[in-house]
């Protein structure tokens, strides 16, 4: 058996987001999101199933934070809901900005660290034009302010957006996520106002608190050819690694988008929505980069009716519409997989994390966070609700030794969250997928921490796991 510690300092934590636990969507003032609206479209998203009550974290929240206490998390990172305190991008909600910084003094007074996410996807729904619209970039700006007045003087770690692929072409190309769009030019549009609006935040936030500690999370994958020897292979994990990952990166570290992604998505926009200057701003500089890893892709551009794309809960078909107009598909390896259908490599996560330390994050004197990483499992409660999730334990172990493998290797990997304290809405897959290490019974919302919850309470007492 091997221990392998972390360093003093590293960070040991958990993640939601708003709309996926708090429910109360129409309470004290709330109007509603993009997901308010697109959970009643037809077929959206899976059972029919609505954040309306989700975990009711609204009105739970006290007892979740001493939860959080009582299974040892030393930081804790969740969203601050836009349509809960600006309501209808209209007056902000004093009742929605107090319920956040009720949640900071709880989390305060159980001596947890706040790490606040400025936007994890839910959009008042009456902003015109959503994030293909500039002047939404302009109203994050407003929102950033109002949420820093309200909580800087306690929050001292803040990020402008989760995913910003997720809330871009996933949902403007792909029409998986709310809105549920599938135009390429709108979500080249939207990819580009979500990096201006988190630019255009973080200097604004900076201005307001010169010693806070600023960044973003981005959902990054690693791109391998299905055939390092084939060109087509290769450049198919070239696209993806450019549309997934390095289409956010370059801009934020290097101040312009990659010469070949622009060239891929010839056509799509980029030239009708970046103006000048923009791209000074979304590159202002931050302090730290979250990094959000479930798994890696292998890739193959040779069509194939063994690839075929996979049916979503919605009925729309996962493909690839957002890598330029060359087929590309994911092909399996025959790893083992979770209960959505993804594949686990932890090897992954080490060279994502050393990856990113040695082009971007390293040079620019950014610390790395794994902001999210964890599985949906086939979780089976016995009959007092508990949950012996081996199958989860062993994954988040093997993750965890990824990361210490990183920062063996020198990546200045800071802390690790876990994804996700609670089973909650997951989106398109609704509450048919749990995530959590906590478990949630929806009829009682009774809590039952899982054999996960523990593991990870002694890892981080421990600040070290064994394997």
Same mark, same amino acid.
């Given at each position: 058996?091997?221990?392998?510690?972390?360093?003093?300092s590293?960070?040991? +934590?958990? @993640?939601?987001?708003?709309?996926?636990?708090?429910?109360?969507?129409?309470?004290?003032? %709330?109007r509603?999101?993009?997901?308010?609206?697109?959970?009643?479209?037809?077929? @959206?998203?899976?059972?029919?199933?609505?954040?309306?009550?989700?975990?009711?974290?609204?009105?739970?929240?006290?007892?979740?934070?001493?939860?959080?206490?009582?299974?040892?998390?030393?930081?804790?990172?969740?969203?601050?809901?836009?349509?809960?305190?600006?309501?209808?991008?209209?007056? &902000?909600?004093?009742?929605?900005?107090?319920?956040?910084?009720?949640?900071?003094?709880? /989390?305060?007074g159980?001596?947890?660290?706040?790490?606040?996410?400025?936007?994890?996807?839910?959009?008042?729904?009456?902003?015109?034009?959503?994030?293909?619209?500039?002047?939404?970039?302009?109203? &994050?700006?407003?929102? @950033? #302010? *109002?949420?820093? #007045?309200?909580?800087?003087?306690?929050?001292?770690?803040?990020?402008?957006l989760?995913?910003?692929?997720?809330?871009?072409? /996933?949902?403007?190309?792909?029409?998986?996520?709310?809105?549920?769009?599938?135009?390429?030019r709108?979500?080249?549009? !939207?990819?580009? =106002?979500?990096?201006?609006?988190?630019?255009?935040a973080?200097a604004?936030? %900076?201005?307001?608190?010169?010693?806070?500690?600023?960044?973003?999370?981005?959902?990054?994958?690693?791109?391998?050819?299905?055939?390092?020897?084939?060109?087509?292979?290769?450049?198919?994990?070239?696209r993806?690694?450019? @549309?997934?990952?390095?289409?956010? /990166?370059?801009?934020?570290?290097?101040? !312009?988008?990659?010469?070949?992604?622009?060239?891929?998505?010839?056509?799509?926009?980029?030239?009708?929505?970046?103006?000048?200057?923009?791209?000074?701003v979304?590159?202002?500089?931050?302090? /730290?980069?979250?990094?959000?890893?479930?798994?890696?892709?292998?890739?193959?551009?040779?069509?194939?009716?063994?690839?075929?794309?996979?049916?979503?809960?919605?009925?729309?078909l996962?493909?690839?519409?957002?890598?330029?107009? #060359?087929?590309?598909?994911?092909?399996?390896?025959?790893?083992?997989?979770?209960?959505?259908?993804?594949?686990?490599?932890?090897?992954?996560l080490t060279?994502l $994390?050393?990856?990113? =330390? #040695?082009?971007?994050?390293?040079?620019?004197?950014v610390? $790395?966070?794994?902001?999210?990483? +964890?599985?949906?499992?086939?979780?089976?409660?016995d009959?007092?609700?508990?949950?012996?999730?081996?199958?989860?334990?062993?994954?988040?172990?093997?993750? $965890?030794?990824a990361?210490?493998?990183?920062?063996?290797?020198?990546?200045?990997?800071?802390?690790?969250?876990?994804?996700? $304290?609670?089973?909650?809405?997951?989106?398109a897959?609704?509450?048919? *997928?749990?995530?959590g290490?906590?478990?949630?019974?929806?009829?009682?919302?009774?809590?039952?921490? *899982?054999?996960?919850?523990?593991? &990870?309470?002694?890892?981080?007492?421990?600040?070290?796991? %064994?394997?």
């Open positions: 058996m091997t221990t392998y510690q972390f360093p003093p590293f960070l040991w +934590g958990s @993640a939601t987001a708003a709309f996926q636990i708090e429910g109360a969507t129409q309470e004290d003032g %709330r509603d999101s993009i997901w308010d609206t697109f959970c009643r479209e037809p077929g @959206a998203v899976f059972g029919g199933h609505d954040g309306t009550t989700a975990c009711d974290h609204y009105h739970r929240m006290p007892g979740d934070v001493a939860m959080m206490a009582d299974l040892g998390l030393q930081a804790y990172r969740f969203s601050t809901s836009w349509s809960r305190v600006r309501p209808d991008d209209a007056e &902000f909600n004093p009742a929605g900005l107090d319920f956040y910084s009720r949640l900071v003094d709880e /989390l305060l159980h001596g947890i660290t706040p790490l606040v996410t400025l936007y994890h996807w839910d959009l008042p729904a009456a902003m015109p034009g959503g994030w293909t619209n500039r002047d939404t970039a302009y109203r &994050f700006v407003e929102y @950033a #302010e *109002k949420m820093y #007045e309200t909580l800087g003087d306690r929050v001292d770690i803040w990020t402008t989760n995913e910003p692929w997720c809330s871009s072409f /996933l949902s403007y190309a792909c029409g998986e996520h709310a809105p549920g769009h599938t135009d390429r709108e979500a080249v549009s !939207a990819a580009h =106002h979500l990096l201006l609006a988190h630019g255009l973080t604004r936030l %900076r201005e307001l608190a010169p010693d806070a500690t600023l960044g973003i999370t981005l959902n990054q994958t690693v791109a391998d050819p299905v055939d390092p020897s084939s060109e087509t292979d290769c450049d198919a994990a070239r993806v690694d450019g @549309a997934f990952n390095r289409v956010f /990166l370059d801009p934020i570290f290097r101040g !312009a988008y990659p010469a070949d992604v622009l060239e891929d998505m010839a056509g799509f926009g980029f030239e009708d929505v970046v103006r000048p200057g923009d791209l000074e979304i590159s202002t500089p931050i302090d /730290l980069l979250g990094v959000n890893y479930y798994h890696g892709d292998a890739l193959t551009g040779t069509p194939s009716d063994d690839y075929a794309p996979t049916e979503l809960p919605n009925g729309r996962s493909g690839s519409p957002y890598v330029g107009s #060359e087929w590309v598909q994911s092909v399996p390896r025959g790893l083992p997989v979770t209960d959505q259908g993804w594949e686990i490599q932890p090897e992954g060279r $994390l050393t990856h990113l =330390h #040695e082009e971007y994050t390293g040079p620019a004197g610390a $790395l966070y794994v902001t999210e990483n +964890g599985a949906a499992m086939p979780d089976e409660p009959e007092n609700g508990f949950v012996d999730d081996q199958d989860r334990v062993s994954f988040v172990r093997d993750h $965890l030794v990361v210490h493998d990183a920062i063996r290797q020198g990546a200045d990997v800071r802390g690790y969250f876990v994804w996700s $304290l609670m089973d909650n809405f997951e989106w897959w609704g509450y048919e *997928k749990r995530f290490i906590v478990r949630v019974d929806y009829d009682t919302q009774v809590r039952t921490p *899982k054999a996960s919850a523990l593991f &990870f309470r002694d890892a981080a007492r421990d600040n070290g796991v %064994r394997r």
